[in-house]
């Protein structure tokens, strides 16, 4: 269990000689000013002051970051490693004077040299090396592994370009290269010493070794050396400071001096640019996207990169190979590193010459896998002659663990060929396919899913036959987001209210804030809590006109859904229910209807059409409400370009409504929900994902409920489900489909939401218009609810109020008792 982190920076004097002081700060800030930017005062431009902060604020980490490698390198400590292709981490130098409790003389420091600290930290790029979810969960858990002192390294990939930055234009989507490193980032610490070589191609050769051992010699076609990008993580308000290691790919040699001397210059270059456009970009989907080559060699690299660096770490902790699954627990973050199970046997087989039992053994203790999804589309399955072409050795190896694990099937179920079929780590119904979640399956000691709901859907469906097997491997922990960014960073206006309310204890113990429900009608604090979501929509407003031109009124109802664009997620729900309101109120403009501005955000990947569509729709909504002057104070529609890290800080802290409409059964828990119930927004959503547990905790009567639940849809689909007879029996929702039909929101050009109509009138493949009728109706109560703003405030008070489940402290906890073992270190 992990202690309460209890352990606080000094302040006063003792702050002093810890360099925490805002004497010190500024003196170090007009130093690597001069000595790292070569800029003086008068000429020093305002990254220069962002850059010279940072570096001062990084120095001030170092000493724990050291301290704390030093005590991991100690013997019987066994380390958490969160291995995943994304780590969101967005912008770092706010939140690390959060964490170091340095925002107040950090501010002194800069005012003294004439600079705004909010300035300064605005200018920060986002490190956007995540497309979701996904990627924010690791940085999430990262920083309350920190936090609470738990010995942890996170691993992935330093992409060169992160998820591509959105622009809008004519409403659509505009894909731009993100270049976050164009002005140097300087959290990183690169060690060119921290290195390795990974293989790629080529064939093998078996033969037995001079003890007469039978042995694989892997001849690869080439090799790629990964170098170590280390960036700190420091927990709140404790000495621990956690590392994460990001791997950059590089040419072996610059320069190939064999090819070099026989005159092949060019060539020799070519292979430095292939090896070193491994780390280069971030895939943008978030789902697999078949059959891409570079997309394998990028997980295969930094999963290998990664456990050789666990095995140099255990020599470095004296400890022998056998103890390998006691020093380490590596979490693979989806399948997207569950190439770790073949690499792993590969490195303590070919490598360290292990027996294949005693091998197995330790893969199986060292790895636990998280499923982040059911959608049979997102099941990540690589084509064998891909897999071969690119690691001859993991698929032997692969081969081999399928061999003993379908032979442990057979010997269970005599005669069950179609379970062996269903369970195989290939699928052979068409072309051959190696299942990633078979392979992670079976090479860990654990599984779970991310929301209870997820859990048992991943239980009951996706992995049915293994839970029937290996029934207490299976787990659930539902997901957490960290408090720190996502309610101290983000909204300081409610954290001082919080502190003063509950005591500052809440930010490392998210329970505390149930200490707000003895404030839930009192009318002072209700006004208090008002005033200060208002000065947050103010800010917001402030953005979004700077974004896109729009004045909001933040008196308005705003009414946000931020996330990746998905059919599933379903926006499209949302804007019909816009249309609808439109047409509503064009045909009464006396109707009572609270004021609105629906607030969209999020990036469509570049080859999904219909969600670029979706963005297109929205924006089209959005131009020709905001310019009917009959629209004007009742209702605007806005499209937030480029949703990210950063623009999340401000959008969260400003709504009133959480929009959480996913089809029940798909999302596998969400993450955003979370953020906005924490900061006191209420929630119209389906029981999907982490939102049946959200409704558990904030009560029935502060959450508005709709829509089929997971079984109705799997009901429905099973036994045809026809969307045109929803259409039929309801009369807005017709019109709002043949409005935009008609070109009403496309300029006059009723062809371009055509695909979009006709796919919904044909298939609606995620219910949309089933859901619509109850949909409607819920955001009715909403608005009835809303024009009462004390029982609101009631509501919002008491969603923030117990929102203390959903902090990512309590998932690490559970990770920390029930899947790693692991023990906190103070
Ligand atoms: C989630 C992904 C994902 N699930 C493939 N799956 C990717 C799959 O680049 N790829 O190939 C990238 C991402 N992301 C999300 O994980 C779920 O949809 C959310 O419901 C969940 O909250 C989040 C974190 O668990």
Not at 361 to 383: C, F, K, S
Not at 480 to 493: I, S
Not at 795 to 800: E, F, G, K, Q, Y
Request: charged share 25%; proline share 4%; aromatic share 8%.
């Amino acid at each position: 269990m992990a202690a309460n982190p209890t352990t606080r920076v000094p302040g006063g004097a003792e702050a002093a000689r810890h360099g925490l002081d805002a004497e010190s700060l500024q003196r170090d800030v007009l130093d690597n000013l001069v000595s790292l930017q070569a800029r003086y005062p008068a000429i020093a431009t305002p990254h220069d002051w962002y850059m010279a902060l940072s570096y001062s604020v990084r120095d001030r980490l170092l000493l724990r970051w050291v301290d704390t490698v030093q005590r991991y390198a100690a013997a019987d400590v066994r380390v958490a490693c969160y291995l995943s292709a994304e780590f969101l981490i967005g912008p770092q130098l706010g939140n690390n004077l959060l964490n170091l409790g340095i925002e107040a003389q950090a501010r002194a420091a800069m005012l003294a040299l004439g600079q705004d600290l909010d300035t300064v930290i605005a200018l920060e790029e986002e490190p956007g090396l995540g497309n979701g979810g996904l990627g924010r969960l690791a940085a999430c858990y990262l920083d309350s592994l920190a936090t609470l002192q738990m010995p942890a390294l996170g691993y992935g990939i330093r992409y060169e370009f992160g998820i591509f930055r959105q622009a809008i234009r004519d409403g659509w989507q505009v894909e731009e290269t993100d270049k976050w490193l164009q002005k140097g980032n300087p959290w990183e610490i690169v060690r060119p010493d921290v290195a390795y070589y990974v293989n790629f191609g080529g064939h093998t050769q078996s033969a037995t070794d001079a003890e007469g051992r039978f042995r694989v010699r892997w001849t690869a076609a080439n090799q790629v050396k990964g170098v170590a990008c280390d960036t700190p993580v420091p927990g709140y308000r404790v000495e621990t400071c956690n590392t994460l290691r990001l791997w950059k790919s590089e040419a072996v040699e610059s320069f190939d001096l064999a090819d070099f001397n026989v005159g092949d210059y060019y060539g020799a270059v070519q292979e430095k640019v292939i090896s070193e456009t491994l780390s280069k970009v971030l895939y943008p989907n978030d789902e697999p996207e078949m059959g891409k080559r570079l997309r394998l060699a990028q997980q295969y690299f930094f999963v290998s990169c990664s456990l050789q660096d666990m095995l140099r770490l255990l020599e470095l902790k004296g400890e022998p190979i056998e103890r390998f699954a006691d020093m380490f627990v590596a979490q693979l973050n989806d399948t997207h590193p569950s190439i770790a199970v073949a690499e792993l046997m590969r490195l303590l087989l070919d490598e360290r010459g292990l027996q294949w039992e005693q091998a197995w053994d330790i893969t199986r203790r060292t790895l636990a896998y998280t499923n982040h999804t059911l959608l049979p589309e997102a099941l990540e399955t690589w084509g064998l002659p891909l897999f071969r072409s690119l690691l001859p050795r993991p698929l032997e190896i692969i081969y081999e663990i399928n061999r003993r694990f379908l032979d442990e099937v057979r010997q269970r179920h005599p005669g069950d060929e179609s379970r062996v079929a269903r369970m195989s780590l290939i699928d052979e119904s068409g072309d051959r396919r190696i299942r990633m979640a078979h392979l992670a399956t079976v090479g860990s000691h654990a599984v779970n899913g991310v929301a209870a709901l997820h859990s048992s859907l991943l239980r009951e469906t996706v992995l049915r036959d293994f839970a029937e097997l290996w029934p207490e491997r299976f787990h659930n922990v539902t997901n957490g987001v960290t408090p720190r960014r996502f309610l101290a960073l983000c909204n300081p206006g409610l954290a001082r209210l919080l502190d003063e309310t509950v005591g500052e204890g809440w930010i490392a113990d998210l329970t505390r804030l149930r200490g707000l429900e003895a404030h839930a009608d009192d009318a002072a604090f209700q006004r208090r809590w008002r005033a200060i979501k208002h000065a947050n929509k103010e800010v917001l407003a402030q953005h979004i006109q700077s974004a896109t031109g729009v004045v909001v009124d933040p008196r308005a109802l705003f009414d946000i859904q931020v996330k990746r664009i998905h059919e599933y997620k379903r926006q499209h729900l949302n804007a019909l229910y816009m249309v609808a309101l439109y047409q509503r109120l064009r045909r009464e403009p006396q109707l009572a209807l609270a004021p609105r501005c629906f607030v969209f955000g999020g990036k469509a990947a570049p080859g999904y059409a219909m969600a670029k569509l979706i963005i297109r729709l929205i924006n089209g909504i959005a131009e020709v409400v905001n310019n009917d002057p009959a629209m004007e104070g009742r209702l605007k529609v806005i499209f937030f370009p480029n949703f990210n890290v950063k623009s999340a800080h401000h959008i969260y802290p400003a709504a009133d409504l959480s929009e959480q409409i996913s089809t029940a059964g798909k999302e596998a828990s969400g993450t955003g929900n979370m953020k906005f119930m924490m900061n006191g927004a209420l929630t119209i959503g389906t029981l999907d994902g982490a939102n049946v547990e959200i409704r558990e905790e904030a009560g029935a009567e502060n959450f508005f409920l709709f829509g089929l639940r997971a079984q109705d849809v799997e009901r429905l689909q099973r036994e045809g489900y026809r969307p045109a007879d929803h259409v039929a029996a309801h009369d807005e929702l017709r019109e709002a489909l043949d409005l935009i039909a008609s070109g009403h929101f496309s300029r006059g050009e009723s062809e371009v939401f055509r695909p979009l109509v006709e796919n919904l009138m044909q298939w609606d493949h995620f219910l949309a218009l089933a859901d619509y009728a109850d949909y409607a109706a819920c955001q009715a109560r909403v608005d009835a609810a809303w024009q009462d703003p004390a029982g609101w405030t009631r509501m919002s008070i008491l969603n923030t109020a117990r929102s203390g489940k959903f902090s990512s402290d309590r998932a690490i906890r559970e990770y920390g008792d029930r899947i790693w073992s692991l023990a906190p270190i103070g």
